[in-house]
């Protein structure tokens, strides 16, 4: 069985502790404030670009480059190894596109290698998860194509349900309407959203009030769970923008539920761009998504 190596991008969200405990590549995605373009040699924490974002700067986000992607890349094949990536999801970027042209062209100049591109059809640790899942499958000695074909078959089974804190940079991205931002946040109105099967977004919702909109998310969780097929051993993903309190609440709420292997980290810029300081997303293995 050919040594492979699993990549991913920026926006799976996975702790760096884990990418460097794994030896996990990362494609930067990419995230612009002015004229300034970051995420690769310059990056931004996590509280920086919130804050910068709280002052009233509107960040862009951008697609990877094909270019560092055939760098990364054909270092690792150079090395005689093949390549298992996690992409972001094709509904929501161009990069998962960017990297499938990148395998097929260099497939042509190593035709001795493989590289097999993987769809999570999700964002951030909805992304990730399938990530720590791929390192623990391969961990258990299981071949790249074996890993591959498990994902596809669990993909329809991770489920991701977020709340943001402020309704206008939803509506920035075209997510609700200018009245809907303006009158909502007047009446202190939450939204509560999901990632569906085809890896877009949807409204699945809303409440009033913040406290609330969090333990709701936990709510639609208990809910979901098929832990006839998913068991309480499976991870569970907390990501935030910038409110690790509130993180840490869902957190508590969780495990309330049996749930001990939690995974709490930021959301990524490029994501965060969208969602704005406040998004809080559960992941979950469960029901099958619709």
């Known amino acids: 069985m050919a040594d492979f190596v699993i990549t991913t991008d920026s926006n799976s969200d996975v702790p760096e502790g884990f990418l460097v405990q794994h030896g996990i590549p990362v494609i930067p995605q990419y995230y612009m404030f002015g004229e300034t373009v970051y995420g690769d040699e310059i990056k931004m924490e996590p509280s920086e670009f ?6 009233g700067e509107l960040p862009k986000s951008m697609a990877n480059n094909p270019e560092v992607i055939r760098e990364k890349f054909t270092k690792i094949l150079k090395e005689g190894k093949d390549i298992l990536h996690i992409a972001f999801s094709s509904a929501l970027s161009g990069s998962c596109q ?7 062209d260099l497939m042509e100049d190593y035709p001795e290698r493989k590289i097999l591109v993987f769809d999570s059809l999700n964002a951030s640790l909805g992304e990730g998860v399938s990530v720590m899942r791929a390192v623990q499958l391969k961990e258990e000695g299981r071949s790249m194509e074996e890993i591959y074909d498990i994902l596809a078959e669990e993909r329809a ?10 309704l ?7 997510r609700v309407s200018k009245t809907t931002a303006v009158v909502g946040s007047m009446i202190n109105i939450k939204p509560l ?3 569906t099967s085809t890896g877009e977004l949807k409204s699945d919702g809303t409440v009033r009030g913040r406290k609330k909109a969090l333990k709701t998310l936990v709510t639609r969780m208990e809910q979901c769970l098929d832990t006839e097929h998913f068991g309480k051993d499976r991870p569970v993903a907390i ?6 309190d509130d993180a840490l609440a869902v957190q508590e709420h969780v495990k309330e539920l049996g749930f001990e292997n939690v995974v709490i980290n930021d959301v990524s810029p490029s994501i965060g761009t969208h969602a704005g300081p406040g ?4 992941i979950f293995y469960g029901k099958t998504v619709k």
């Open 239 to 244: 990501v935030h923008g910038d409110c690790i």
């Open 168 to 174: 206008h940079h939803l509506q920035r991205g075209g």
């Open 279 to 282: 998004v809080v997303g559960l």
């Open 157 to 166: 089974h991770v489920n991701v349900c977020f709340t943001v804190d402020d």
């Open 50 to 55: 919130y804050e910068t974002m709280r002052k």
């Open 193 to 195: 959203l999901a990632v």
């Open 98 to 104: 960017n990297v499938q042209v990148a395998a097929r």
